[in-house]
């Protein structure tokens, strides 16, 4: 795993909707959107097209020249989701929230399916999803 100058450890954590019963392609595409997602937040929009600038010695830049670490678990409810990810927003962590458009599941009906958090520095992330289970 890529560290920093301190030492510290550098992953993403894919929180995934437990209760939805997602057949296991949907759960791996949505927990795809997700992680994509935080990068593509990242990048900085100009007039035609975006770019994505890695800061030198920043988290961002070291998971993506390092290891890639990503860690999938799962919640149980669309209310503690939302709450890992509005805890991960109060801290300043990368992340996004992804909402299905229920065009294949979910019968039409928008539904919070997963988020990302990170990539940013472990100690950080364990803080809010330290306590969840992996799937």
């Avoid at 959107?33 to 990048?43: P, T, W």
């Avoid at 920043?58 to 290891?67: A, R």
Wanted: glycine share 6%; proline share 3%.
């Amino acid at each position: 795993m890529m560290t920093t100058n301190t030492d510290k450890k550098i992953k993403q954590v894919i929180v995934l909707r437990k209760d939805l019963h997602m057949r296991l392609g949907k759960s791996c595409a949505q927990a795809s959107h997700a992680s994509l997602k935080v990068i593509l937040d990242s990048m900085i929009n100009f007039k035609f097209f975006k770019i994505l600038i890695l800061l030198f010695n920043t988290p961002l830049k070291e998971w993506i020249n390092g290891l890639f670490t990503k860690i999938v678990v799962g919640v149980d409810s669309e209310s503690e989701l939302l709450w890992i990810y509005c805890e991960a927003v109060a801290k300043k962590i990368p992340c996004s929230l992804i909402q299905d458009a229920g065009l294949t599941e979910f019968n039409g009906v928008p539904t919070n399916t997963c988020c990302a958090i990170g990539p940013d520095y472990e100690d950080k992330i364990d803080k809010i999803t330290g306590s969840l289970k992996l799937l």
